[in-house]
């Protein structure tokens, strides 16, 4: 993982795509895995940095279940596009769940929502908060 300043961040796009066509350079690409706001940094890694295996959701609504007493497993989708992946929920705390997949997932982002199956059935939904 590298750290770098948002200035640096905003003057890098132009001047690293032109160095890397006009040298022939085949540096792999980088994402953003985290966003340091109190420092303003950007976290940038490669693309195997980007999968994760829980993740934490908080503004949980539970809808076919009361409240999860016991871990229970699920199927979850993260995004609109993402096939729904199979893992476990549990609680967290108050209107929190901790999801762990049973494979890495890719791109488990702050802020995306995550939906939770059972079968065809929702069983609840919250929004990500931190992957792990």
């Avoid at 934490?56 to 016991?70: P, Y």
């Avoid at 199979?86 to 901790?98: K, L």
Wanted: proline share 6%; aromatic share 6%; charged share 25%.
């Amino acid at each position: 993982m590298t750290s770098v300043s948002v200035r640096e961040a905003k003057q890098c796009p132009f001047a690293c795509n032109s160095l890397r066509r006009s040298r022939k350079l085949y540096i792999s690409p980088l994402y953003v895995i985290q966003i340091k706001n109190e420092t303003r940094q950007v976290v940038v890694g490669k693309d195997e940095e980007l999968y994760s295996r829980t993740l934490t959701a908080s503004r949980v609504n539970l809808i076919s279940t009361a409240d999860l007493r016991e871990p229970m497993r699920v199927t979850v989708k993260i995004r609109h596009k993402h096939q729904p992946a199979p893992g476990t929920i549990e609680s967290a705390g108050p209107d929190q769940v901790r999801v762990t997949f049973d494979e890495p997932q890719r791109a488990l982002t702050p802020g995306q929502a995550a939906v939770f199956y059972d079968g065809d059935v929702v069983v609840g939904g919250g929004w990500i908060n931190v992957s792990h």
